[in-house]
């Protein structure tokens, strides 16, 4: 996907038309010059998006997800395995997966960790409990 934007300073500087070649040359390069001013552009290239597996898979790697799993299994004695679920697909407005990371009791699911996948850059935000808020993993306190 490819986005710009163009500002331009005054439509009078592109409808003004020239009475020779030198005012044709210093038409273009003093309405360069004013793009160069008051242009702000945005150009994102096409990139490879990440599904919705490779998503799943960079938070179930996680080294915080990873040692959580093994704490509960080994304090229910492998009766609470962890397990994790895409919960969420990007949309225009939200452009990332929602992952969740579970508990699976017999007869429910309990909630250990919800996470953000940005896509396409596989960013990986966790929710922060007590602020209520997605922040990076450098500045997330699981425990």
Same mark, same amino acid.
């Given at each position: ?6 500002? &331009?300073? $005054?439509? %009078? ?5 020239? @009475? #020779? ?7 273009? $390069?003093?309405? /360069?010059?004013?793009?160069? #001013?008051? @242009? @702000? %552009? #945005? /150009? ?7 599904? =919705? ?5 960079? /938070? !179930? *790697? ?5 040692? *959580? %799993? ?13 397990? %994790?679920? /895409? ?13 969740? &990371?579970? =508990? ?7 909630? +250990?960790? !919800?996470?953000?996948?940005? #896509?396409?850059?596989? $960013? +990986? ?13 450098? *500045? !997330? *306190?699981?425990?």
């Amino acid at each position: 996907m490819a986005s710009l934007l163009v500002g &331009v300073k $005054s439509h %009078a500087d592109i409808t003004q038309i020239p @009475t #020779n070649h030198f005012d044709i040359k210093l038409n273009t $390069s003093q309405l /360069v010059s004013d793009l160069n #001013n008051y @242009t @702000t %552009a #945005n /150009v994102v290239q096409d990139s490879k998006e990440i599904d =919705e597996k490779t998503a799943l898979n960079l /938070v !179930w *790697k996680l080294r915080q997800v990873q040692r *959580k %799993a093994k704490e509960i299994e080994r304090l229910s004695k492998g009766s609470i395995r962890v397990g %994790a679920m /895409v919960n969420g697909s990007p949309t225009p407005d939200e452009p990332y997966y929602t992952v969740q &990371v579970f =508990e699976k009791h017999p007869n429910e699911n309990v909630t +250990i960790y !919800w996470f953000r996948v940005l #896509n396409p850059s596989g $960013s +990986i935000q966790a929710l922060d409990l007590l602020k209520n808020e997605y922040v990076s993993l450098d *500045k !997330w *306190k699981p425990d």
